[in-house]
């Protein structure tokens, strides 16, 4: 017996959304899409702004018309993400278009990356790698990122049993979280943080300790870490350089961290993104240390180094004993990241140290004129070592908290920062404090300067 086709008139739509077996015909199949055609209607809407004000420089939004019947259904979210919000970099880039504001806020360059990788992309693509890679990475990438952690650290891996290629760094965190830790295992972070790691570890059923890195140096409390560390400790997530306070994790803090996981037997996550990114001191990988490779993922990827954060492929390098579970969780995330880009980035991690030298001192350069042009503003600036973003005090202006002084910032001064309370577990341990990205051109940052400059009052 043939299912009905009701009409929707009578607001019934899910009526006609009952599954349609072999037998259907294909008049009531033109049918449904008559119905659905009529009762749906999408326009487009075409919005143009400056490449300095958002992600990109053509934005296309689809707006549904819904139907006159509402439903006033509830929100549907599990409990173990119910907390969290649409994220404040999202917010904050349709605040910047919006007010046609300048966009300081999001960590993503306003310039394009090396053509040298990009023709890489276009020769893979033609050349027909446009399949699924092998779930665990293209064999040259694994191959080259083993080569340059061997150059950049010292340390030999394996590429085939030590590397995961991800779908960026934040799939490798996720990855590394979902795969290596179990309902209720306690994690230790650094707050302020980057806003997926408390998503990614709920995800996971784990409780999150979080220790406090305070201004003007935001060094480690080292009792107060030592007090966190209990016979639950699964594991201690680091990021160094550090976002959003572009910190470094020092020698001492890092042996510090070393110390208590060899003698708690203790896992030890390590986001470096922002490694090649270090401009007072050199970048150490705490898988360097005596020890501590052995119970270390060091998570990295492309998109700052080479200013392709769209292209989203990452990597995680850990002994075989963690990167099966970091395989297994991945396996069932993403399986495969984008083919063409893997060998394009095979091309990009061969660069020559010059490279590397050349973008420092082209982010130095940016970075001179953003923390120059706050201190002249009238921020209190703290010292960034590494990473491509500043941390000011905003309290000087007078506003209650760091999301009012955002807020006021986009539509009165027509500049984007990002409210740091976000990225601690008690907001209000952030409250006076907004991050600042110089990861745009230098006709962008200084424009944002003088905006403020003009426009923002003490």
Request: with cysteine; glycine share 6%.
């Amino acid at each position: 017996m043939q299912p009905q086709v009701h009409s929707p008139t009578n607001g019934r739509i899910h009526e006609m959304l009952r599954p349609f077996s072999y037998g259907s015909t294909s008049t009531q199949l033109l049918s449904l899409v008559r119905s659905l055609t009529k009762t749906y209607s999408k326009r487009r809407i075409n919005i143009k702004y400056h490449s300095s004000m958002a992600t990109t420089s053509n934005l296309t939004i689809e707006k549904e018309v819904k139907p006159t019947q509402k439903t006033n259904c509830p929100v549907q979210v599990a409990k173990r993400l119910e907390k969290f919000k649409t994220t404040i970099f999202t917010q904050m880039s349709i605040l910047a278009i919006k007010h046609g504001a300048i966009n300081l806020g999001q960590g993503f360059p306003n310039f394009d990356g090396p053509d040298f990788v990009k023709e890489a992309a276009i020769q893979a693509i033609r050349e027909g790698k446009n399949q699924y890679a092998r779930g665990y990475g293209v064999p040259d990438l694994n191959s080259a990122v083993a080569a340059r952690f061997r150059k950049d650290s010292g340390l030999e891996v394996d590429p085939e049993k030590e590397v995961t290629v991800t779908s960026g760094c934040t799939e490798a965190i996720a990855a590394t979280m979902l795969g290596l830790i179990n309902p209720d295992d306690e994690v230790i972070a650094f707050a302020p943080f980057y806003d997926s790691y408390e998503a990614t570890l709920s995800m996971a059923g784990a409780k999150i300790k979080s220790i406090t890195l305070r201004p003007p140096d935001f060094k480690i409390p080292i009792n107060e870490l030592k007090a966190a560390v209990s016979k639950n400790t699964r594991a201690i997530l680091i990021n160094t350089p550090h976002n959003p306070t572009g910190k470094m994790f020092s020698r001492e803090e890092l042996n510090v961290i070393a110390s208590l996981c060899i003698e708690n037997d203790v896992l030890v996550f390590s986001d470096e993104v922002y490694d090649k990114l270090a401009f007072e001191e050199d970048h150490i990988s705490i898988a360097t240390l005596p020890g501590m490779y052995e119970r270390t993922v060091t998570m990295n990827s492309l998109a700052k180094t080479f200013s392709l954060t769209g292209w989203k492929i990452g990597w995680a390098i850990a002994p075989p004993h963690l990167t099966w579970g970091v395989r297994q969780a991945h396996s069932y995330l993403t399986f495969a990241t984008c083919s063409p880009m893997q060998w394009a980035a095979v091309e990009a991690l061969r660069a020559p140290d010059s490279y590397y030298e050349e973008l420092r001192r082209d982010y130095m350069v940016k970075k001179t004129i953003l923390v120059e042009g706050l201190k002249a503003v009238g921020f209190i600036v703290y010292p960034s070592s590494g990473s491509f973003f500043v941390v000011v005090d905003h309290t000087p202006f007078g506003f209650e908290n760091d999301v009012a002084f955002c807020e006021y910032l986009i539509k009165q001064v027509g500049v984007v920062a990002i409210p740091t309370s976000v990225f601690y577990l008690n907001p209000e341990d952030g409250k006076n404090l907004v991050r600042f990205a110089f990861c745009k051109d230098e006709q962008t940052l200084r424009d944002a300067v003088d905006r403020m400059k003009e426009k923002l009052k003490r």
